[in-house]
């Protein structure tokens, strides 16, 4: 199994994938790993999508959670959670 991807689109709440886009992907990936060349585009479950969601103004929301001591928010990064996620803690 090999999982290739992403892309980011800004386009709301829909979560269908868009085939154009996982074209584009393919091709990308078909010139980085050539014996892809016989795989076919992907379709139907064989395609994921996930929403990276975004705080308003595109910065995360990081502090405390009003009326509830010791809870702490962190939310929003869009698609660069994991790579701000440390700064984020400190």
Do not use: N, Y
Not at 19 to 25: E, G
Not at 46 to 60: E, I, Q, Y
Not at 78 to 86: D, I, M, Q, W
């Amino acid at each position: 199994r090999l999982l290739v991807g992403s892309s980011r689109e800004f386009s709301g709440w829909g979560a269908q994938p868009d085939a154009a886009i996982v074209s584009s992907i393919m091709s990308r990936a078909k010139a980085f790993l050539p014996a892809l060349a016989h795989v076919a585009d992907p379709s139907g479950d064989r395609v994921r999508v996930g929403l990276r969601p975004f705080a308003t103004g595109g910065l995360p929301l990081i502090g405390q959670v009003p009326g509830a001591p010791g809870i702490v928010v962190a939310a929003g990064h869009e698609g660069s959670g994991l790579a701000l996620g440390p700064a984020t803690a400190q």
